[in-house]
T-cell receptor, first 116, second 113 residues
Framework: GAGVSQTPSNKVTEKGKYVELRCDPISGHTALYWYRQSLGQGPEFLIYFQGTGAADDSGLPNDRFFAVRPEGSVSTLKIQRTERGDSAVYLCASSRTGGAEANVLTFGAGSRLTVL | AQKITQTQPGMFVQEKEAVTLDCTYDTSDPSYGLFWYKQPSSGEMIFLIY??????QNATEGRYSLNFQKARKSANLVISASQLGDSAMYFC??????????FGSGTKLNVKP
């Protein structure tokens, strides 16, 4: 696609529920990143994929968070047993791998998660 | 230690004036990249400029330039001839080798007419 697409743009859920957030990167971008941004803060790293595999998942806060990218394109961030502290905007970004273009992240508009 | 430090939570600048947004970074890796992103109120992060650790010259992109002082570990963004549309949050970021990107806490820039 023309840009990075994230769905849903807004999700309101109740504490304890399961949510999935989807990211559709730019076609041909093999690297995909998930970040979390709380109000007034900078993006906080969660996980980074190269192709289908997670190259670095050190930012996932606990085992309630999990992400997959089974075919090396679309990725899904899964949050189990949501807590109020999970409320944030979840940002997805993608880039090419190799060369100068690997340094340019293109971000989606984000998925705003609110846990009541 | 914080990888990226932005000490200016908010800045004001008069339209058409230049403004410098501060950024310092911390790394022991000799190979790294420094970046600036803009986030308007609409929320979408926009790439502005990139500086590689081995680049000899400061990066420039239109009205944006990156004042790279390696020994001081600083990577300040200079915006010349500010426009009302420059009002936004600005984030400094660093990438070590081909790993993840670290972001600072941001600076909110307000351009006054």
């Amino acid at each position: 696609g023309a840009g990075v697409s994230q769905t849903p743009s807004n999700k309101v859920t109740e504490k304890g529920k399961y949510v999935e957030l989807r990211c559709d990167p730019i076609s041909g971008h093999t690297a995909l990143y998930w970040y979390r941004q709380s109000l007034g803060q900078g993006p906080e790293f969660l996980i980074y994929f190269q192709g289908t595999g997670a190259a670095d998942d050190s930012g996932l806060p606990n085992d309630r968070f999990f992400a997959v990218r089974p075919e090396g394109s679309v990725s899904t961030l899964k949050i189990q047993r949501t807590e109020r502290g999970d409320s944030a905007v979840y940002l997805c970004a993608s880039s090419r791998t190799g060369g100068a273009e690997a340094n340019v992240l293109t971000f989606g508009a984000g998925s705003r998660l609110t846990v009541l | 230690a914080q990888k990226i430090t932005q000490t200016q939570p908010g800045m004001f600048v008069q339209e058409k004036e230049a403004v410098t947004l501060d950024c310092t970074y911390d790394t022991s890796d000799p190979s790294y990249g420094l970046f600036w992103y803009k986030q308007p109120s609409s929320g979408e992060m926009i790439f502005l400029i990139y500086q590689g650790s081995y680049d000899q010259q400061n990066a420039t992109e239109g009205r944006y330039s990156l004042n790279f002082q390696k020994a001081r570990k600083s990577a300040n963004l200079v915006i010349s001839a500010s426009q009302l549309g420059d009002s936004a949050m600005y984030f400094c970021a660093m990438r070590e080798r081909m790993g993840k990107f670290y972001f600072g806490s941001g600076t909110k820039l307000n351009v006054k007419p």
